[in-house]
């Protein structure tokens, strides 16, 4: 008998008065999740809590027709799929699926966890590093490998964006440099408060563009969010112009030793001819190396091309269980055959 009891709140003023009470990462701390909370009402928000634990997780419907870069196109079973969503309990913040949103003293059981939350849904997912953290009774579980992290280690012997040119061999270092060169024409500043009201709806739009492109997605981020983010210090963002309009932006946030490249949008028919998703990148690691960062965490999407900046994979998993057997039994034959597109590493460093 499990006799360990968590409580579960959907409204967040319900934990206000102790949720900060134990000792949680930035991106646990109610301030934080309150952002998410009040910009993003299209989905069910989580707070699971007793006295050593704090766990942020969403409830929200996916559609598999997103989940495109998974299913064998030719398929029937993947054509069917594409007709099909659920409701999916996603054990983490399901915007930034690779940092963990949980903090306990003790491990965590599952099972209590479940029980606890009154509110439906079919498929529960749980990253990997929570997995491994949780008491766990049952092995219907299928472990499925996800997209890869993409990190770029930052030398600590670089002092600026010289010595990381420096360091790449000389096809890789000329890359670059035409991206900037091909970029020159953008006027890059940091926004503040009021851009964010003044760009409203072209931020919504240029993240769209590079949404509706991704291989899989949950949630739509919020982009109005960007104003609090900004504003309570968490996040930083930059907006690139071309001729006094908004054509691409970036967000970083600082943890710990990393920086952690987020939410990007950029106009993605510019983008063929002025290289804006590479000079992203560009100024994510001018921005790395300048606040002395161990690592640049770039994310989960166009591996092959951010490892021609000398980024390089790190395996993720998630684990996946479906609740009604019947489902289980047609639909696990088929995610667990989900597999990702094959591509390139480069190794852009010298030896």
Request: proline letters at 2%.
């Amino acid at each position: 008998k499990n006799l360990q009891l968590y409580k579960v709140s959907t409204k967040i003023d319900d934990v206000k008065l102790f949720w900060d009470q134990i000792k949680v990462p930035k991106i646990l701390r109610y301030n934080f999740l309150e952002i998410y909370y009040k910009y993003n009402k299209n989905i069910k928000h989580l707070f699971v809590h007793d006295k050593n634990l704090r766990l942020y997780a969403h409830i929200f419907t996916l559609k598999f027709s997103k989940t495109n870069n998974y299913l064998d196109k030719f398929s029937i079973s993947s054509f069917l799929l594409k007709f099909f969503s659920l409701d999916v309990l996603y054990l983490t913040n399901s915007f930034i699926t690779n940092l963990p949103s949980f903090e306990s003293s003790s491990s965590i059981h599952l099972s209590s966890i479940l029980n606890s939350i009154k509110y439906n849904f079919s498929l529960i997912v749980i990253p990997d590093f929570l997995f491994v953290k949780m008491k766990i009774q049952d092995n219907d579980y299928t472990k499925i490998k996800v997209e890869e992290e993409m990190v770029l280690d930052i030398n600590e012997q670089w002092i600026c964006f010289d010595d990381y040119l420096n360091a790449l061999k000389k096809k890789y270092r000329n890359k670059v440099k035409k991206i900037t060169r091909d970029s020159d024409s953008l006027v890059i500043r940091k926004l503040c408060e009021n851009d964010f009201d003044k760009y409203k709806f072209e931020m919504r739009e240029l993240f769209k563009q590079v949404v509706s492109s991704s291989q899989f997605s949950g949630p739509l981020f919020n982009t109005d969010a960007f104003n609090l983010f900004v504003k309570e210090k968490y996040m930083r963002v930059d907006g690139y112009f071309l001729e006094d309009t908004l054509v691409a932006f970036s967000s970083e946030m600082q943890n710990g030793n990393n920086l952690c490249s987020y939410f990007v949008g950029f106009d993605k028919e510019l983008n063929k001819t002025v290289p804006l998703y590479g000079r992203i990148l560009i100024e994510n690691i001018k921005t790395s190396i300048l606040l002395r960062k161990k690592r640049l965490i770039f994310g989960r999407t166009a591996n092959e091309f951010k490892s021609n900046f000398g980024a390089f994979p790190i395996e993720s998993f998630v684990y996946l269980k479906l609740k009604n057997k019947f489902l289980r039994f047609f639909l696990a034959p088929i995610y667990s055959r989900l597999t990702l597109k094959k591509w390139r590493q480069r190794s852009p460093f010298k030896s």
